[in-house]
T-cell receptor, first 114, second 111 residues
């Protein structure tokens, strides 16, 4: 049973560019949450998707957007990249309204903005 | 903002019990205490959670004080592989609620 997978593993972009990160949830999970983790800090919640809709959002600008597909996989898009967007981006999956108190995290995508 | 306070770092000898404290003095009656850990270069991993009773699983034990204002995560026999950052999180009872991480406790297990 595959856990949460993310791609790519590492990514290097320059300021002003756009980036798309991908996440496949754990088998049977229908809810995907995205977190940003800056170096030396704990993960910060970006947003959560359930039934292909954004259900919750953290304190992140509109440059951060997402999408969830019918197969529950998800994408995180960041436009107009800033140096401060350099971080580890984590995807977590869980069961939504059906229950499940545990969020399973993927290994993350390391984004470097130059 | 995180609703918990944890020491920045702790050391523990291999084979000994590691006791990681957490203060959550503003916890509400319907909020749970969760513990996650993050081993270097990996995503966070769920350890245990509880409401008011002590809990134990194959990884750890969670002791919550009677007034629920603090808790302790206990790793009974720490190994080198337990070296990680441990996060104590207060979370509502709604199972879709987001996790709010603080900066955690960096536990170093030494031989």
């Amino acid at each position: 049973d595959a856990g949460v997978t993310q791609s790519p593993t590492h990514l290097i972009k320059t300021r002003g560019q756009q980036v798309t990160l991908r996440c496949s949830p754990k088998s049977g999970h229908d809810t995907v949450s995205w977190y940003q983790q800056a170096l030396g800090q704990g993960p910060q919640f970006i947003f959560q998707y359930y039934e292909e809709e954004e259900r919750q959002r953290g304190n992140f600008p509109d440059r951060f957007s997402g999408h969830q597909f019918p197969n529950y996989s998800s994408e995180l898009n960041v436009n107009a990249l800033l140096l401060g967007d350099s971080a580890l981006y984590l995807c977590a999956s869980s069961l939504g309204l059906a229950g499940g108190w545990e969020q399973f995290f993927g290994p993350g995508t390391r984004l470097t903005v130059l | 903002d995180a609703k918990t306070t944890q020491p920045t770092s702790m050391d523990c000898a291999e084979g000994r019990a590691a006791n990681l404290p957490c203060n959550h003095s503003t916890i509400s009656g319907n909020e749970y205490v969760y513990w996650y850990r993050q081993i270097h270069s990996q995503g966070p991993q769920y350890i245990i959670h509880g409401l008011k009773n002590n809990e134990t699983n194959e990884m750890a034990s969670l002791i919550i004080t009677e007034d629920r204002k603090s808790s302790t995560l206990i790793l009974p026999h720490a190994t080198l592989r337990d070296t990680a950052v441990y996060y104590c999180i207060v979370r509502s009872s709604h199972n879709t609620d987001k996790l709010i991480f603080g900066t955690g406790t960096r536990l170093q297990v030494f031989p």
